[in-house]
């Protein structure tokens, strides 16, 4: 009995540390992550501080990401997803945006590696052609 009561409270424990992200306020960068094309839905974070690139901000998040073999820069994975990495294509990459809480995303004129979220503001990241991820920012 008493093991099966340690097992239930372990269980109630976890669903209360494992709530949404995007309940708490984000002190920091937040970082959405739209897997929607890939069978999955949108997940979110929050980097904490002031990261120095949108590739510091997905990682302080608590993404992973890859880069598609011999092409430095380009993202081809997050998360694991998709899988196989493959060369991207115009209809088949992760996307890169950015937003103000609340505002409209704006697709991202430089690469993640080069840009400077600063804090307060949204990353984005959708996988598919160019489609803005599914969430308010």
Not at 16 to 22: H, K
Not at 48 to 69: E, I, K, M, N
């Amino acid at each position: 009995m008493r093991r099966m009561l340690a097992v239930l409270a372990l269980v109630a424990s976890s669903f209360a540390v494992t709530s949404p992200a995007s309940a708490a306020p984000c002190e920091g960068v937040k970082v959405v992550v739209d897997f929607a094309a890939l069978g999955g839905g949108v997940q979110t974070g929050c980097a904490a501080g002031d990261p120095t690139t949108g590739l510091t901000a997905l990682t302080g998040a608590g993404f992973t990401y890859s880069f598609v073999p011999r092409q430095p820069g380009f993202v081809c994975r997050i998360n694991l997803l998709p899988n196989p990495c493959t060369t991207p294509t115009t209809s088949a990459y992760w996307s890169y945006w950015h937003a103000t809480p609340g505002g409209s995303w704006t697709y991202s004129s430089s690469g993640a590696g080069g840009y400077n979220p600063a804090p307060g503001t949204v990353e984005g990241w959708s996988f598919g052609a160019g489609v803005a991820p599914a969430a308010t920012p």
